[in-house]
């Protein structure tokens, strides 16, 4: 079975500062893919990254980065000086089985950034 | 560029009436298509995914039923609402070629009364 946990449900940071949204996921596949997204107030999901099992890498874009960790299974998501625009619900999710199956998602973490 | 399109973008319906949400999807060929549902407050639950024209797997045994009559058209419908069908209704689309985000609409929300 698969899973994903994010156990942060809601994070409050004043903007310009960091923060780090948690994900740990779990799943006995060997090959596997992980994905973060960002669900502003509109509603719709914004694809922010994905990243391979194979690949476990450090990302960087812009003020984004990600750290993925097999041996603790976490897959973490940092913002580096925060902007209001930055606040959303961001969801991690879990791709794995080599097949058209749907994604496994978190349940989301709310991030406010307060101006 | 690919565009995904849902309608209708809310919608109210009493207990018991029909459902239907309609999913398109511009700029790609033969993709595989997906219905989420996001209940308040909770993450993304995987309704129905289709690899192609006819092609439905269900998730989730429940009183919605999904329908592909074209290649890039998706239908989620239900004969009979239950006050439990509220919440705001997502498509995706995703190639399907080892490429495995998915790319998704701006949604439905549904609100039964």
């Known amino acids: 079975a698969q899973k994903v946990t994010q156990a942060q449900t809601e994070i409050s940071v004043v903007e310009k500062e960091d923060v780090t949204l948690d994900c740990v996921y779990e799943?006995?596949?060997?090959?596997?893919?992980l994905f973060w997204y960002k669900q502003p107030p509109s509603g719709e999901l914004v694809f922010l990254i994905r990243r391979n099992s194979f690949d476990e890498q450090n990302e960087i874009s812009g003020r984004y980065s990600w750290n993925f960790q097999k041996s603790t299974s976490s897959f973490n998501f940092t913002i580096t000086a925060s902007q209001v625009v930055d606040s959303a619900v961001y969801f991690c999710a879990l791709y794995s089985g080599g097949g058209a199956d749907g994604l496994t998602f978190g349940k989301g973490t709310h991030l406010i950034i307060q101006p | 560029s690919q565009t995904i399109h849902q309608w209708p973008a809310t919608l109210v319906q009493p207990v018991g009436s029909p459902l239907s949400l309609e999913c398109t999807v511009e700029g790609t060929s033969n993709p595989n298509l997906y219905w989420y549902r996001q209940a308040a407050g909770r993450g993304l639950q995987l309704l129905f995914y289709?690899?192609?024209?006819?092609?439905i797997s269900s998730e989730v045994p429940q009183n919605l039923s999904a329908s592909r009559p074209q290649d890039r058209q998706f239908i989620l419908s239900s004969k009979k609402l239950l006050l439990s069908d509220s919440g705001f209704y997502l498509c995706a689309w995703s190639t399907g070629t080892g490429v495995y985000e998915q790319y998704f609409g701006p949604g439905t929300r549904l609100t039964v009364t």
């Open positions: 799943t006995r596949d060997t090959t596997y893919y």
């Open positions: 289709s690899v192609g024209i006819g092609q």
